[in-house]
């Protein structure tokens, strides 16, 4: 449950390369799926062999890349943070594959509202990860993509002293997601935070998989197979 910073792109696609391996990962969940980081990791699953639901609200791309990749990806449209989609998440799964072995929470937002950046990168990753739970097979993987600019030596003081506090709880996690003390490097900070929440599937590897800013913004959007994708 260690957080891992990856300093190039061959380092963060060795780790869903060592899951599929290791684990056997055969489906998986990837959240931000239609475009950038999302769309380069469903490709490498699919590469590897693995069927993956990727999950969007951007249904067109969505769907473009559904048919580019055929039976090995399922599309699902809808809102990361919102119960009701993440329940029709849960049954496409279900009634698809009836198991999870790999939950890639990527979808995040980097400008925006406060209050939506929060429930973006922050609520919604809970929620997910929550409501698949039932899903995920002992040794499954959990990975949470934050950033660099999520470092807590980057944060506020007080922003600091919640998340160091080792009695924070899921719904105090909640709380903050709703009450968005901060932008999009706090958010990022708890997420980072949310990975080593014991209430998080206590067989599974949890994972902060965290892009530094040489890295950041230079994930390519389109096209697979590449040595510069996962």
């Known amino acids: 449950k260690n957080p891992l910073t990856f300093e190039s792109y061959a380092e963060l696609r060795d780790l869903f390369r060592d899951f599929a391996y290791a684990t056997e990962i055969k489906v998986v969940v990837v959240t931000g799926a239609a475009s950038g980081i999302g769309a380069a990791t469903v490709r490498r699953f699919v590469d590897e062999g693995a069927r993956v639901a990727g999950v969007d609200i951007d249904g067109e791309r969505m769907h473009a890349l559904a048919r580019e990749l055929g039976d090995a990806c399922l599309p699902v449209l809808g809102d990361h943070a919102s119960n009701e989609d993440d329940a029709r998440a849960v049954a496409a799964v279900l009634e698809r594959w009836g198991r999870l072995d790999a939950l890639v929470n990527n979808a995040g937002v980097y400008t925006g509202g406060q209050q939506q950046i929060w429930t973006v990168n922050v609520l919604g990753p809970l929620l997910l990860t929550r409501a698949l739970e039932p899903l995920l097979n002992p040794n499954a993987r959990v990975v949470m993509v934050t950033s660099g600019l999520g470092r807590l030596s980057s944060q506020s003081s007080a922003l600091v002293k ?11 996690i909640e709380r903050m997601a709703e009450e968005a003390p901060g932008g999009y490097g706090a958010s990022k900070a708890t997420l980072w935070r949310l990975s080593f929440a014991s209430w998080l599937c206590t067989a599974c590897c949890i994972y902060s998989a965290t892009t530094t800013s040489e890295t950041r913004g230079r994930w390519p959007a389109t096209s697979g197979g590449s040595e510069s994708v996962l």
Do not use: E, I
């Open 162 to 172: 919640r998340l160091s506090d080792p009695k924070l709880s899921l719904a105090g």
